[in-house]
T-cell receptor, first 116, second 111 residues
């Protein structure tokens, strides 16, 4: 069964540095998402992406964050000037259609980001 | 806030028993979904119930939805040790594409 893959599985970065988290969504999916989960807390929506542009974003997704689909397969999340509170698991997800079509989202195993 | 709340926060049962987890949410939805998360892993989709459905089954899973009470329950029958995980409900919001997750129930099934 096709899977969403994320790399790296664990990223350790100094505070203030930039990080890029990478995701390869399922190939025939059209909607892409990033979520984060701070240790011990709930999964929080960051951003959704469709047709090469952001379709929705949460309050968390401020100017520090950006997303890109640089080619036909990768979907990246860039975090600039990382802060200690950015430490979390970051999950990528994809779905074939939007939620209006009652679609489940398929999640990767996440990237654990640790800011030192 | 759209976000749901599950209860209980933690549940410990013996293998073979049934486990029931509840979820409440706040606004109108297209659907409600249940996901499972093993420790340190991603979320695995279990079942989706549409807002016009009241009950749905998938294998040992039974989900109910009461839109008048804005609540859902997930029943796992004949639990197994391998069912040990965290279970989250997630709702969308009419017109939106993102999911709002609840706080999760940590289920432990004792062999």
């Amino acid at each position: 069964e096709p899977e969403v893959t994320q790399t790296p599985s664990h990223q350790v970065t100094q505070m203030g540095q930039e990080v890029i988290l990478r995701c390869v969504p399922i190939s025939n999916h059209l909607y892409f998402y990033w979520y984060r989960q701070i240790l011990g807390q709930k999964v929080e929506f960051l951003v959704s992406f469709y047709n090469n542009e952001i379709s929705e974003k949460s309050e968390i997704f401020d100017d520090q964050f950006s997303v890109e689909r640089p080619d036909g397969s990768n979907f990246t999340l860039k975090i600039r000037s990382t802060k200690l509170e950015d430490s979390a698991m970051y999950f990528c997800a994809s779905s074939p259609k939007g939620q209006g079509f009652n679609q489940p989202q398929h999640f990767g195993d996440g990237t654990r980001l640790s800011i030192l | 806030s759209q976000q749901g709340e599950e209860d209980p926060q933690a549940l410990s049962i013996q293998e073979g028993e049934n486990a029931t987890m509840n979820c409440s949410y706040k606004t109108s939805i297209n659907n409600l979904q249940w996901y499972r998360q093993n420790s340190g892993r991603g979320l695995v989709h279990l079942i989706l119930i549409r807002s016009n459905e009241r009950e749905k089954h998938s294998g040992r899973l039974r989900v109910t939805l009461d839109t008048s009470k804005k609540s859902s329950s997930l029943l796992i029958t004949a639990s197994r040790a391998a069912d040990t995980a965290s279970y989250f409900c997630a709702t969308d919001r009419t017109g939106a594409n993102n999911l709002f997750f609840g706080t999760g129930t940590r289920l432990t099934v004792i062999p």
